[in-house]
C-alpha cells in the first residue's frame, strides 16, 4: 500500500478545494451584501417615518398654536366692544 498519490489526483483533489472555497467565500458575500441592503431599506424607511411624523405633528402643533391666537382675539375683540 502506497501513501503517496498520483499529482493527477492531488492536483484535482486542490482545484476542488479552490471552487469550494471560492463558492463559499461568495455565498457569504452575497449573504452579507443582501443584509446590508435589508438595513439599508430599513433605515430609509425609518427615516420616512421619521419626516411624515415631523409634519404631522408640526401641522397639529401650529393648528393648537392658531386656535390659541384666535381665542385671544375674540377675547379682545368681545370686550373692547362690551
Known amino acids: 500500500f502506497s501513501s503517496h498519490r498520483s ?3 492531488c492536483v484535482s483533489f486542490l482545484l476542488c478545494c479552490r471552487y469550494m472555497n ?3 467565500l461568495r455565498a457569504l458575500q452575497e449573504s452579507l451584501a443582501s443584509e446590508l441592503a435589508a438595513r439599508m ?3 430609509n424607511s425609518a427615516s420616512d417615518n421619521a419626516k411624515e411624523l ?3 405633528l408640526t401641522l397639529l402643533y401650529n393648528r393648537g ?3 390659541k391666537i384666535t381665542g385671544e382675539i375674540i377675547e379682545i375683540v ?5
Not at 78 to 82: E, F
Request: glycine content about 10%.
Open 78 to 82: 368681545a370686550g373692547s366692544s362690551a
Open 7 to 9: 499529482p493527477c489526483l
Open 22 to 24: 471560492g463558492t463559499v
Open 54 to 56: 415631523k409634519k404631522n
Open 65 to 67: 398654536r392658531q386656535a
Open 41 to 43: 431599506n430599513a433605515m
